[in-house]
């Protein structure tokens, strides 16, 4: 990781709701304080080949969060390979004081966006002072693989934060898929750790890990340190 990146936030569930405001409005305040601009970026990857109603939904969800917060918000329509290969989006993520990808189906997320321009750029952002947020699907794409957890096998991830493994809803998962949940936790063929983040809840990373929100994020297998 580099030495003095924006913020990170792996969050369990509910991008763009009122129950997260807070912590979007402290990542997005956080990165105006070194410079950024008062600009919410939206990224809808992993929902967007659900169709137009899906795309519709969270583009209302994401600006009526930065209503609220008060920034511009700016929409990426992200939905093949070839648009994160777009000057036009490269150009958006800019100084953008928040880059957030919303939930979905994060091994597609990955198949999108890896080795791509607008994947360099985020991250460049990143590591001079602009937050970057992942729900769910977002979460687990950032890391060196991502769990199989309706697939029988993992896949690589974007590898922001290679030894990281995520299990988003982690407090529903064990009730969803209990059996599939206790198989991964065992399993371990990445050498990774696994962290499992509550609904509602955040692993996020400024100068040490800290947790946001109601609920818990569990450190399933290997070591984390999590201040409090």
């Known amino acids: 990781m580099n030495q003095n990146p924006g913020a990170i936030a792996l969050v369990g569930s509910g991008e763009y ?6 912590l979007e409005t402290e990542l997005l305040h956080r ?12 990224i809808p990857t992993a929902s967007s080949h659900e169709g137009e109603s899906s795309r519709a939904k969270w583009r209302r969800l994401g600006q009526e969060q930065s209503d609220r917060i008060g920034s511009e918000c700016i929409y990426l329509p992200i939905h ?16 953008a004081g ?10 597609r997320v990955a198949e999108i966006f ?3 321009p607008v994947w360099d750029a985020i991250v460049t952002q990143w590591e001079s002072g602009t937050s970057l947020a992942g ?31 995520v299990i988003p809803h982690y407090d529903k ?6 059996d599939r949940v206790a198989s991964l936790i065992t399993k371990n063929t990445s050498g990774s750790t696994l962290i499992g983040i509550d609904e509602n809840t955040a692993l ?10 109601s609920g818990k994020v569990h450190v399933l297998r290997g070591e984390l340190k999590i201040e409090d």
């Open 17 to 22: 709701s009122v129950t997260m405001q807070g």
């Open 31 to 42: 990165a105006i304080s070194r410079g950024k601009k008062n600009t919410f970026v939206q």
């Open 80 to 95: 093949e390979r070839e648009d994160a290969f777009n000057q036009k989006f490269v150009d958006q993520v800019k100084d």
């Open 98 to 107: 928040l880059i957030y990808f919303s939930g979905g189906d994060p091994h």
């Open 114 to 116: 890896t080795g791509s």
């Open 135 to 165: 729900c769910s699907a977002g979460a687990m794409a950032f890391g060196g693989t991502i769990m199989g957890i309706r697939k029988s096998n993992h896949s690589p991830g974007l590898n922001l934060l290679p030894n990281i493994e």
């Open 173 to 178: 998962m064990l009730g969803w898929l209990p």
């Open 204 to 213: 996020v990373h400024t100068d040490a890990w800290r947790k946001y929100g």
